[in-house]
């Protein structure tokens, strides 16, 4: 396919906006267009919760404006979607929760605002598991998302309605958010490109609080250097988040040219063992043979407490979780129940009525690893598990540049496959969970499909080196085309 034959909804942020800066397509045309996708294809996938067609349009013929005057940046007119997860003033912001089935949030997340002011159109609220909660995106009270490839599997989770819109070409982009593994899996599972940036680099204001020690919000979309441009206009220092850190954002999209000639990239043993599907493993394998093709080393290395870190993160999230979701308690905003008889049946009926399974389970076992007397067996020491498998990351990044491996130890599974079994859908973020106890940015990128279904290589770097990381995968897309194939139905 030449460059042209491509059609629009397949097109890169790069090469949309191209054509929007030469007068090629207008804002409003590519608005549009994706609205009608979403209309047309939408129903079979279930991944958008609110679609805002008439603010989208208002808000083309602005950009189309700017464009004309030449007040425009690379993104503006570009549309886009945000997990509903993230605050916007005016729209609702569900969480995909019936506790906030009713909220209307009265500002916008710092992300939602920068991804605005850079002149982004967004065309919606995407679906997702229920608070974050979940790998495969059939926590969501507004029911499951579909993968593309194949709609009788999941999407991967949380931001399973970002990562399916992006492949499936009803938008360029997604924000989403990674607690565990929730930007990269998804994107794995769907045959895209995702980001989760170190811990502090996104500000997580306005983004409704899940674990707040890691989550991180991050961009996907197909290739390594929209998500380049995407992140660029969401990071940097905010007041507003005492956690998101005061160092300059690097304009990532203009360091997409280095070599990888003479990078030392660390491959773990603990990561090709026991669970890693020999399929996945197989093109992984050839993934690193080409990096060892553009002049990459790779070096075996251990992180000896990869094993924890599951364990680990599941007293640390469900701890954080616990205490950042008693504020819904039916009084100031979200789901009440109706006619209780005491203030305290208020309380109770309300939490009950509003909040999964998945929901309840998680807050259920925060509040008992915080209890007095099981705080020290817990909590305590899973904190100093996380202490370890940060410093297992910090001995590996002595000696190795990136770290890459498998994103997901399987390709997508089928809807109801693992939903009985909460430890094996625990299993699914085995390679990931890591990355966020430490604060580390990873990148998950196409690699191949196995039986049809796609493969994420994971790159994972060290403290603030998003631009190493992005190069890296720039680099990798240069020389295969697996992030360019769309699944079949959605061509
Ligand atoms: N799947 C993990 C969980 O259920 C991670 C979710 C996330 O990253 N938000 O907690």
């Known amino acids: 396919m030449t460059h042209n034959e491509i059609p629009l909804h397949k097109k890169s942020i790069a090469a949309l906006s191209a054509m929007l800066q030469q007068g090629t397509v207008t804002s409003v045309a590519l608005v549009e267009l994706f609205l009608e996708r979403i209309h047309q294809l939408d129903p079979q996938l279930n991944s958008f919760i609110t679609v805002i067609p008439e603010q989208a349009l208002q808000q083309a013929r602005a950009a189309d404006q700017r464009i004309a005057a030449g007040t425009s940046g690379p993104l503006t007119g570009i549309p886009l979607a945000h997990k509903d997860i993230f605050c916007t003033e005016g729209i609702r912001t569900s969480c995909a929760s019936r506790m906030l089935d009713n909220f209307i949030a009265p500002y916008d997340a710092t992300v939602v605002n920068r991804l605005h002011a850079a002149g982004m159109i967004v065309l919606g609220k995407t679906n997702m598991d229920e608070f974050a909660m979940g790998s495969s ?17 999941v999407p991967g989770g949380s931001s399973g309605g970002s990562a399916a819109a992006v492949a499936a070409g009803l938008v360029p982009a997604a924000t989403g958010t990674d607690t565990g593994g929730s930007i990269r899996q998804p994107a794995a599972l769907c045959g895209i490109t995702g980001l989760k940036p170190t811990y502090g680099r996104v500000s997580r204001y306005g983004m409704v609080a899940f674990a707040s020690s890691l989550d991180q919000g991050g961009p996907l979309a197909r290739t390594a250097q929209d998500v380049a441009l995407l992140l660029g206009a969401m990071a940097g220092f905010d007041e507003r988040d005492s956690t998101s850190v005061d160092r300059p954002v690097e304009n990532y ?16 043993n603990e990561h090709f063992g026991e669970g890693l599907d020999s399929n996945v493993a197989a ?8 990096y060892e093709r553009l002049g990459a080393k790779i070096r075996r290395i251990s992180l000896p407490h990869s094993a924890l870190s599951v ?55 925060g509040t008992y690893a915080l209890s007095a007397g099981y705080y020290d067996a817990y909590y305590l020491k899973a904190q100093k598990l996380r202490r370890l498998i940060g410093e297992d990351f910090n001995s590996a990044f002595a000696s190795v540049d990136v770290i890459m491996g498998p994103t997901s130890p399987t390709v997508s599974f089928k809807l109801g496959e693992k939903l009985a079994d ?9 390679f990931t969970i890591a990355v966020n106890l430490a604060g580390l940015p990873a990148i998950s990128i196409p690699a191949g499909f196995v039986d049809g279904l796609p493969v994420g290589l994971q790159i994972i770097g060290n403290y603030f080196d998003e631009a190493r990381l992005l190069n890296v995968a720039h680099q990798y897309q240069q020389v295969t085309d697996w992030h360019e194939q769309a699944p079949p139905g959605f061509e």
Not at 283 to 290: D, F, N, Q, V, W
């Open 283 to 290: 093109r992984i394998e050839s993934a690193l043979r080409e």
């Open 422 to 430: 909460p430890v094996t859908m625990y299993l699914s973020d085995i």
């Open 137 to 153: 995106n059939e926590t969501s009270f507004y029911g499951p998302v579909r993968n593309p490839w194949d709609v009788t599997r």
């Open 311 to 365: 364990p680990a993160y599941y007293v640390v999230a469900p701890a954080e979780c616990s205490s950042n979701l008693a504020r819904y308690d039916g009084v100031r905003y979200g789901y009440r129940a109706e006619g209780p008889s005491s203030l305290e049946e208020m309380y109770k009926r309300s939490r009950a009525e509003g909040f999964g399974a998945e929901v309840k389970r998680r807050i259920m076992i």
């Open 253 to 268: 999209a203009q360091h997409l040219s280095g070599s990888v000639d003479g990078l030392t990239i660390g491959v773990v």
